[in-house]
C-alpha cells in the first residue's frame, strides 16, 4: 500500500511538530512538509503534492479559510482537514464552504487524528461531535 502523503499547517511550531510526529509515527503516513500560513501552505501544496493537508484555521499572514479556497481551485484532488481549537459554528460552515472535507478539534487523540487523516485520504468526511 501506498504510503499518504500530508502536508501539515499551524502557525504554532511547537503544536505542528507534535502533529508531525504523531503522524509519522504511523507507517501508511508520510508528512512531506510543513508550513506556518495558509500562503506557505499553497506553494509547498504545489511543490508536493501531498494527499491529505491538515490545517489550522488561525494563521498569521493567510488564514485557513483562505487557503482552502485557493488550493480548491489550483489542486482540487488534494483532501483538506482542519485540525483547530474552533468549536464555532461558523467556523466549520466557512471551512466546509470553502472546501474543507474534515473538521476535527485539536482535543483529539492520536489514533482519532490517524483514523481520520486515513478517512479523508479515501475521500471521506468527517466532522467532530
Known sequence: MERVRVLVVDDHPLFR???VA???????????GEASNGQEAIQLAKELSPK????DLNMPVMGGV??????QSLAPSINVMVLTVSEEEEDL???????????????TTPDALHNAVLHIAEGGVLVSP
Open 52 to 55: 491529505v493537508l491538515v490545517i
Open 93 to 107: 460552515f466557512s471551512a466546509v464552504a470553502a472546501g474543507a472535507k474534515g473538521y476535527l478539534l485539536k482535543n
Open 66 to 71: 483562505e487557503a482552502i479556497r485557493q488550493l
Open 17 to 19: 511538530r507534535g502533529v
Open 22 to 32: 504523531t503522524l509519522n509515527h504511523y507507517p501508511e503516513l508520510e508528512v512531506v
